[in-house]
């Protein structure tokens, strides 16, 4: 039973075994109710056409209002040449909740038969009659019906029409005109009628007398272009590019279809693979949109036996055989792949992918299906293999098999997961957490889906981490050497980082009280230390002797303590290696290591307390200890330990503390805490405040109590008097009652909507960190920071199927971050002052006005026309390029111009003429040049300041 | 025939245009249940290996629950539901629960009991279904989506659930709550009220079951609900187009509504709220609102105008209430009627009345200017107004450009001026340039304290100072001392170059007076040529 139906059966309060599996069913009458509420208007009249359709290959409908009786009647008749038998009017509302257009021709007629009565029914008549060669049917409105049910009665009536057609025929209680008008906002069903058919059989309007009769016909399959199996093509010159259903039109997809890249193509299309979106008037993009258009673009009676190569060059098809792999596009699709890596791809037509899948046995890959994948080109793991230690067969995720190269060089030190699939890498991501690392899941193609999940990634990784232990023992295996061990990045890692957290260390409950205990791993094999006569000792058998003897005695130096060394076999120093001296004091804590000179056998050990007199102070001793207690080092370490030995001794016999049971003497650690570690008396665990012991090092922040980090002895000791529990496990918090939005919502300012056909969205200005979140299949994919000063800027971005790059996208959101700053300068003043979101936008605009501007353009260096010396006052006075253009036949001072760039002054107006004369004064020149000002002034193409500027510059150059 | 109902089942849940709108139908059956509460969590389990976890996702109600007879007959069987007069989401169309499958759990198990009777349910991925008894009593219908995952997903997949119910429900009338339990941080409430926060004013509106509240706000956000569930949320003037079109496009631009009435409805698609004749008296219905909103808002500024002492807080409140007013403009009949604007005496006054007070067409701005200033402009004819010119700069053109009104702060509205030596000649020959034209009586240069760089100089219309701000048509400076700024870079170069080429100095000074009026320049030309 897999994990998640073991979740189940435990949620599950139903006894037995399993019930009888059942389906859904559909209320039909209720269906038909909810289709008729959603009904389009007037789309009804287009299903008649397509059910007359169904069963004829042409007809003639007419539709026509007319007076009957005080009511306003609208008339459908079509008229077409079936065999009628076997069609069958019982259930026909019900029958138009089914849609599929590969039904046999009556099932179709049924459906869309029904569909527009139900459509018809929509615009609220007082009656509806359908009369066909196989009887009759009238629906009367029933005032008295009640709540929910149709409040049209079905009856049967006689048929007034013969074999022929069928007619439909509707009434309404008031003006027809007046129910329209209503019910669409438009005049005329006729009219309306007239449009729909128009538009439905692609006739100019013009040309349909609705009332006289109009010819439907099914396009002949003479005229029609087989697309394989996608369908047929009735092709024009011009025109929309048709989807039919049914002989009449439903949708306009040219556009769509030059959008994907395909050529503009006129004409009918019938293809019942492409799928409608669910308005059922716009054609979904997918797979089998793309073959049709492949099919259209290159329909079968082409060359199928010649490649046509990017620039013109071509190939036969047959040569594609050779190769153990051929990789294909449509052609439309070609340019979408360009640049993306050196493979070959080959524009094939789908009769030419047809051909080779019956001929060759290579691979035929699709590129679209390599979409996402970095480069076209197959990966080359040849190094990988050379260079690393591998593959090793991790398992598998999600179907993939997932394996791992462990690298030996130690400047390979990066970690990296790769999704491959076809041979390609589809996803290349990092892994900080698996450094020399290279973690590949390839991706098996399921049918025609190789899309990887933007999570898949993540999923290996993860997974990866926890298979860790077999890259581990991989590199035991293969590098026997531990110093060479040592070079290799992922070995080093988890060395460094082998930690009593990371191995799990903790106290699990035992039968006498509780007892040391890890997880295991490859690295506890390591050597760390040798004893005196040569014997090697492991992690493993440091973390044995710290939980059965409560320590491990080291000896330092070459020098011997002859007399101090015990002959108790779990006491005989060891000498530690220098790897190993590091290790152990991170894992065991110093504390744990009983360096020599030191009697081991006067330390309290993991046993009952009772036998433990060895740890009895006498109080002159227990007082100089406790005057140690001020030192440091070692020294106070050592002295703590004695104390606390005595102290707990003492209380489970009973015997004088000598009060050493008030001393702070044990370490705590509170994981609420903003300095979670300090030291309690025995009397204070007495109180009850801590949930559990944990090893020394071991003490984390997610624990969800206060508890006491000991060695295996004072652990023991503690469990054996009662002062804590022997289980470690953290209490789980209360549940809180709920936490109010106000306090826990993260508060919007300023939201920007982002639309664009590659993605849609919203920049947010809200609390918390800034970045876009861009997501795509429902999973976030990954997170944008916009640069500066947008940085505070948040929110999620849905991408679109199609192409995006992330240079783009970010493009994108920096450009409506942009207009969100736009958005902000109004809101700021429109926001309650003082309130958060006036800080907020106030702050998001500080920042922007913060950031520096981006230096002024030079002015742009115009020639100068007509040079002479006025244009230089001019050019001098406005502080800026600009050409003076002079007219010679022009009496006016300055023609009136939009900008400065260009000013045109008059040759004949008498102060530009005096001073354009040979020889003009100064002064003549000045007046010129001020009046010109002036009259720029005037026209609004000088501010009053730039104004002022100019005319001083000019005096200036005069005095 | 049949119904191919697993085709049309697929079809149904194909439609929800997001995994987690299901939150959204489930609120809706626990309140048409009766629930007053509705309870999400989102567990996490290890699943089969290290790298998997089981995701289960839990909708607990405390409704009415269901009997056998609802399970067949409605929960199970589409658009079996008996909420006929419902038009709201999904749930007039009885397809709600099955948006369940849009998440693509792997299973579901629904948990209900009515009436004594306990019943559960387990869907499988395929859509087929277990029924079975359950012994024991059971209140309220819970319902558990289990599917697979990766323990990274879990984050994502909270605040997606959160996003959510806060979206859809966070108008709801019940008590909603939601518990990531691997985070520990305990149940979120989802609830919001519908009144908005953070508006200067907001009006409520009801009639029967329908009721709204308009508000002006920083950004013309609108919310259609049903029964305080969302239907659609977007600009207002979007949202609102029968509304908008008696409001006018400014005041959509700050407009916040929100319309919580059973006539609003959704398609099947559930794209958007259906255009119908009941949403356009929905709208109408809401146009005396607005005109009351309106109301509002400048009552609220009278009362903050009438407030007889002003500190920091309250100009921050004129500038932020005008700003809204700024886009009411054209739409409050008889504006300039009301006390909306505050004389930097402190005096409450009407546009109207100001602009009776302003002879020269020109008002001008204080924020904390001297008192000097303030006399000068007083004797001028120039009303002076509390404001800060930085800030209010575009409400108040806009209020006093409507009664053509021109607006400045005071310190280029007027000026106090000192004599100091003028430059007789060149005065002279400036004199006789405009004599013509604009016809001083006379030119003194002076010193302006406190004025712009810009200002070149002024007219002396009553007491010690000077108006920079009128324009110096003829009608203003006939006969009068045209006052110049002795610093003003014109002037300066003016009076050096008098030194060389007193004539051009002159026809440069000229110049610059001209600019600042409308009279004639061609006259200019023709005076220095007489001059010549």
Known sequence: MSALDARVREASLAEGTAAPRRSFTASQRAGVLAMRRGAVPWQFSVALLRAGLALAAALVAKARVREVDGHRELRFDLRLACAWSDLDLAGLLEASLRDDPRDDPRLRWRSLLGAAINGALATDPRWLELHTPVGGRRWAFDAGAPPGEDPYALQRIPSDVEAGGFSLRMAHAEGVAAVWARWTGRAGPEDEVARRWADALGVPIEALAVREGVAAARPPAAGAIALGSQGRWWPRPDGGLFLRRDGVRIADFGAQVRELGGLPLHGDVEAPSVALDIDGQTVREDAALHELIAWMQAPASDDVETVRLEGGTSCPVESLRAVDEVVFTWPHRLTEIQGQGAVVVNPLTPAQVQRLRERTPASIVPASLLRSARGLQRVDLTSLHQGSIGPIALGEVRGDSISAFVHRHPVADQGRVQVHGFGRVLIDARASELPGVTVIGALEPRGEDLEPASDHADAIRTYAESRGDVLTAAVLEAIPDLATRFRVPWFAHRWANLSPIDLELRYAPHADGVRLSWRDDPLLTTVVAREGDGTARTVADALERLRDAGGVVVAEGSGRWQTLESSVPIWTPWRLTSVGSELLVRVLSDAALWRMPMVAEAELRPCPLASQAHVRLEADRAAELRASLRSVGRVAERARCALLAHALWARATHEDAFGLDALPLLSSFDPQSAQPRRLVSVLDVAGGAFAGVVPRGAAHRDLGSSVLEVTPAVAFALVELGLVSSSTVPVRTAPRRPSSSASQRRRVWLRQRVVHPDAVGALLLAEGPGGVEIWEGGLRSQTLRLPPPYGAVSGRVWMQQGRHSTQGLSRLLLQSAQMMADEARRARLLSVPGSSQARALEAFLEAIRAQPQPPPQPPRIAPVLGSDRLAATLRFALGRAVTVEVSRVSWALVRDDENLEEIRVGGLHPLIRAAREDGAERSAIGVAALAILLALSRSGRLDRVAYDEAAARVLAALE | ?532
């Open chain 2, 1 to 532: 025939m049949t119904v191919d109902t697993h085709a049309l089942l697929e079809r149904l849940v194909g439609q929800f245009a997001s995994p987690y709108d299901f939150l959204r139908e489930l609120v809706q059956n626990a309140m048409d249940a009766g629930s007053d509460l509705v309870e999400v969590e989102l567990h996490q389990h290890p699943g089969d290996h290290e790298g998997e976890v089981v995701f289960e996702l839990v909708v607990l109600d405390a409704g009415g629950g269901m009997d056998e007879e609802i399970i067949d007959g409605e929960l199970t069987r589409l658009f079996g539901t008996s909420k006929t007069d419902d038009r709201t989401m999904a749930g007039g169309f009885g397809i709600g629960f099955v948006s369940v499958f849009a998440w693509e759990p792997e299973r579901v198990l629904l948990q209900t009991g009515r009436r004594g009777e306990a019943w559960e349910l387990l869907f499988h991925d395929d859509r087929q279904f277990e029924k079975r008894p359950v012994d024991m009593p059971l209140e309220g219908t819970t319902v558990r989506l289990f599917r697979r995952g990766a323990p990274s997903q879990r984050r994502d997949i909270a605040e997606a659930v959160e996003d959510a119910l806060r979206r859809w429900c966070r108008f709801a009338p019940i008590e909603i709550t939601f518990d990531d339990v691997e985070s520990a941080q305990g149940p979120r409430e989802i609830a919001e009220p519908l009144e908005p926060r953070d508006v200067p004013c907001s009006v409520a509106w009801e009639l029967g079951a329908s009721r709204a509240v308009l508000a002006f706000g920083p950004q013309p956000q609108s919310v259609l609900l049903r029964r305080g569930l969302v239907l659609q949320e977007g600009q207002s003037a979007t949202l609102l187009p029968v509304l908008g079109e008696a409001a006018g496009a400014d005041s959509m631009a700050h407009l916040v509504a929100r319309v919580d009435s059973p006539k609003l409805r959704t398609a099947l698609a559930r794209d958007g709220v259906v255009e119908s004749a009941d949403r356009d008296a929905l709208e109408r219905a809401l146009v005396p609102t607005l005109t009351q909103l309106r109301a509002a808002l400048v009552g609220r500024v009278c009362e903050l105008v009438a407030r007889p002492r002003w500190d920091r807080a309250a100009e921050d409140d004129y500038s932020h209430l005008h700003a809204h007013l700024q886009l009411e403009h054209g739409a409050i009949e008889r504006l300039d009627r009301y006390d909306i604007l505050r004389l930097a005496t402190g005096t409450p006054i009407s546009l109207g009345a100001l602009a009776r007070r302003a002879r020269l067409g020109i008002v001008a701005v204080s924020d904390h200017d001297p008192l000097e200033l303030r006399l000068v402009a007083l004797r001028s004819g120039i009303p002076v107004l509390h404001g800060r010119w930085s800030v209010d700069q575009p409400w108040i053109e806009a209020l006093l450009g409507s009664r053509e009104l021109r607006a400045l702060p005071l310190a280029e509205a007027v000026a106090v001026a000192e004599a100091v030596d003028t430059p007789p000649a060149l005065a002279r020959l400036t004199l006789s340039l405009l004599a013509d034209i604009v016809r001083p009586k006379a030119m003194q240069w002076g010193v302006f304290e406190g004025s712009s760089a810009d200002v070149l100089g002024g007219v002396a219309l009553g007491g010690a100072g000077v108006v920079t701000a009128a324009r110096w048509t003829s009608a203003l400076l006939k006969e009068r001392t045209l006052w110049l700024r002795v610093d003003h870079p014109v002037v300066q170069r003016a009076s050096a170059t008098a030194v060389t080429s007193p004539d051009v100095a002159a026809f440069g000074l000229a110049a610059a007076i001209l600019s600042r009026g409308d009279a004639p320049v061609d006259a200019l030309w023709d005076a220095w040529r007489a001059f010549g």
